[in-house]
């Protein structure tokens, strides 16, 4: 057989399996209805031929079913067919083709993936989507370049010159509308004779009026489905891309709820929200809330205020988005999508004739004015920063900031609205201060409604996800779920209690509370530390120690227990090798094995099935009994005595909050539930903790002052 071919010979065999170059619409159809032929095996005799549906088949067996179309529009084809390449961000610019595209929203996406659609017939601009296929921005061709010699004091200039033209362009408008003369109404005689027949122009200009009116409504219907399902209809439909889950969070509930009210309200409603951080609080109404406004053109004049002008650029940016590029709002409300007559970086007008404007904190906004109307709505979105934060007189100056510039900004007798919401960085911050004034209406959000009921097993859950990585920490979580979930309950069903509890082990509790809870902590600390030296604090806690340590005495009717200072590390090896899945600490098998030298006894890490409550730490082994009838024991406030920073924060959190002291005071009624004897060790505890936790023990009834245990230093 001959196996090499010329191409002529190539061109006569007129082998029907390589492609044509040209296929028509006929060929088309024709392969719709071909099925799909699958061989296994590698092909030749032993293959098996099984045959499928053809797609006409598969979609007339899903239209059957009872399958809906759903039709793509116009917009939404284009953006479908366009052509996507994958490019990183670098300073604002990505690189495709040779070309240079720039946007300063794109920024923040440094060192990011995004997706780069491209019209093959103009390479002008790129559309420019993140990972998830949200649309992010339009990008310019060579969009950031400038002269090659430095041009920044001349662009200053520039800008102070225009600056100056308006602002005299206004005092002159101002003088000019002044000298306006009064008018008076006058009444006018609006009947009209035609031959005989008197037609009133007045009645008929509201007749046409009305029916004007009714032909709007005719021919916008989504206008009034908006306006009939409100500002959560309005959301879900246009900006799907935005929900990342099915489930709201109280927070979303509130804002969907809220928000509207605040439109429909006669008067100016200033409103303080604290929320949590990763709930979307930016997108629904910093971007998403100013474009309802838009829509439904209840306000005129939008100004958006953040901790800084870049950060509100890119927030304007993803306005103008969805203005231009959303296929659907384009659709159903054409007078308000598209560029309007003003497109800048920090102002836009819309299509409507609407101004949204964006600045930072702390800017000056003084005299702000479009045509007729000054800001009727305002939107502080997170207008603090961690630095700012922590300094006295920035809080003061900010807050000054707010009273003087930013509520008196509406005009006299206009309706005004102040909408601020962030998360609460400091005790004292100027959100903390706002919500706690009775002029604002005041609402706070957490993302962790309730703790869970056994917070023990969620420290040991930390303690090996810290120390031994995620996977074990995982692996520990599928073990003992039931147990560790139990109680718990989360302000946002996508975000479950181990997701939140993940978040505070990296990031630390402080952290947590201060940007999950809205309950920052340091009150302390910042309070001394701002008006002393940095370390005023510490003086004045070690002085009081030692004030405490004279006047402290013990309780005689407490059982106390001195333990040796050291443990034999075979049987801290042997105890730690054979906690089956308990998983314990190294420094409660020092606390366990200490406990045998003390008391001559053997100890077993506890294997049983436990109560409702957990499961204990340790057996206290013998012999003459079975093995159910051995005593249990469970350690509480044990600690590495080498690890410094574990002990600060083991009194530094011991009670800091009442919330804390009250979970401390829970978890010794769960050990008192679940084991025979708990030993509280008090070695490591500061004087004030002790004498915190005694008077707790001394409040209990005598059989749990029974059960208790108290570890104290042989110096005690």
Not at 61 to 88: D, N, R, Y
Not at 225 to 254: M, W
Not at 430 to 437: H, P
Not at 519 to 533: C, W
Request: aromatic letters at 8%; glycine letters at 6%; charged letters at 25%.
């Amino acid at each position: 057989m001959k196996t090499h071919y010329s191409v002529a010979e190539l061109v006569a065999l007129e082998l029907t399996c390589l492609p044509k170059t040209k296929v028509g619409i006929g060929d088309k159809v024709k392969r719709e209805s071909w099925p799909f032929i699958e061989v296994d095996g590698k092909g030749g005799k032993g293959g098996k031929r099984r045959e499928h549906m053809t797609p006409n088949e598969i979609w007339a067996l899903k239209i059957s079913e009872g399958a809906k179309t759903v039709p793509v529009l116009p917009e939404e084809k284009h953006m479908l067919f366009m052509p996507q390449v994958l490019c990183t961000v670098e300073r604002g610019r990505v690189r495709f083709a040779n070309n240079h595209y720039f946007s300063k929203a794109l920024q923040e996406y440094h060192g990011d993936l995004v997706r780069v659609a491209y019209d093959i017939h103009n390479a002008e601009t790129v559309w420019i989507y993140d990972d998830c296929g949200r649309p992010v921005c339009t990008a310019e061709w060579n969009g950031n370049n400038t002269d090659y010699m430095p041009v920044s004091v001349r662009e200053q200039a520039k800008e102070k010159r225009v600056d100056a033209q308006l602002k005299r362009l206004g005092k002159k408008a101002d003088t000019v509308e002044a000298a306006r003369p009064v008018r008076y109404i006058e009444q006018q005689d609006t009947r009209l004779n035609l031959g005989g027949m008197v037609l009133d122009m007045a009645d008929l200009k509201t007749q046409a009026k009305a029916s004007m009116a009714v032909l709007q409504a005719a021919e916008t219907p989504k206008a009034a489905e908006v306006a009939v399902g409100g500002y959560e209809y309005f959301v879900s439909t246009y900006f799907p891309h935005y929900i990342r889950s099915a489930e709201k969070s109280e927070l979303h509930r509130y804002l969907f709820k809220r928000l509207p009210e605040v439109l429909r309200a006669p008067e100016g409603c200033p409103e303080a929200i604290g929320a949590p951080r990763g709930e979307g609080k930016s997108t629904q109404v910093t971007q998403l809330f100013t474009l309802y406004c838009i829509v439904t053109g209840q306000k005129h004049y939008c100004v958006i205020v953040m901790d800084s002008i870049d950060q509100a650029y890119p927030m304007l940016e993803a306005i103008k988005a969805e203005l231009e590029f959303n296929p659907r709002f384009k659709t159903d409300f054409p007078d308000a999508a598209g560029q309007g007559r003003v497109w800048q970086a920090g102002t836009i007008v819309t299509a409507n004739d609407i101004k949204v404007q964006v600045a930072g904190s702390g800017k000056k906004l003084r005299g702000l004015r479009h045509g007729p109307y000054r800001p009727d709505l305002t939107v502080l979105d997170d207008i603090e920063n961690d630095e700012q934060v922590r300094n006295p007189e920035q809080r003061d100056k900010t807050e000054a900031w707010l009273k003087k510039t930013v509520l008196p900004l509406g005009g006299v007798g206009q309706k005004y609205d102040v909408v601020y919401i962030g998360t609460i960085l400091h005790y004292d911050s100027v959100l903390s201060r706002t919500l706690k004034n009775p002029f604002w209406r005041s609402i706070k959000f957490k993302a962790m409604l309730q703790w869970p009921d056994n917070m023990v097993l969620w420290e040991k859950w930390e303690e090996l996800y810290r120390n031994d990585g995620e996977s074990v920490a995982d692996a520990f979580y599928q073990a003992h779920k039931i147990e560790m979930k139990q109680g718990a309950h989360t302000s946002w069903a996508a975000r479950d209690v181990l997701a939140l509890m993940k978040i505070r082990a990296r990031d630390g509790h402080t952290t947590f509370d201060s940007e999950y809870q809205n309950d920052p902590v340091g009150a302390l600390e910042a309070l001394f530390g701002e008006r002393h030296n940095a370390d005023a604090l510490d003086k004045m806690v070690a002085a009081r120690e030692v004030w405490l340590e004279n006047r402290l005495q013990m309780p005689p009717t407490l059982e106390l227990t001195t333990l040796p200072s050291t443990a034999q590390r075979n049987e801290v090896a042997r105890l730690m090798s054979a906690h089956g899945d308990n998983l314990l600490r190294e420094h409660e098998a020092i606390a366990a094995a200490q406990w045998e030298q003390a008391f001559g006894v053997r100890l077993q890490p506890y294997d049983g099935v436990g109560n409702k409550y957990g499961k204990p730490d340790y057996y206290i082994t013998d012999n003459k009994l079975p093995k159910k009838q051995w005593q249990t024991l469970d350690f509480m406030f044990t600690a590495d005595i080498d690890d410094t920073k574990s002990i600060h924060n083991l009194n530094r959190f011991f009670a800091h909050t009442t919330d804390g002291w009250k979970d401390k005071q829970r978890r010794i009624q769960l050990h008192l539930l679940k084991s025979d004897i708990v030993p509280l060790d008090l070695r490591h505890l500061n004087t004030e903790n002790r004498a915190r936790l005694l008077s707790y023990v001394l409040s209990l009834t005598k059989e749990q002052q029974n059960q208790i245990k108290l570890i104290v230093s042989e110096s005690s």
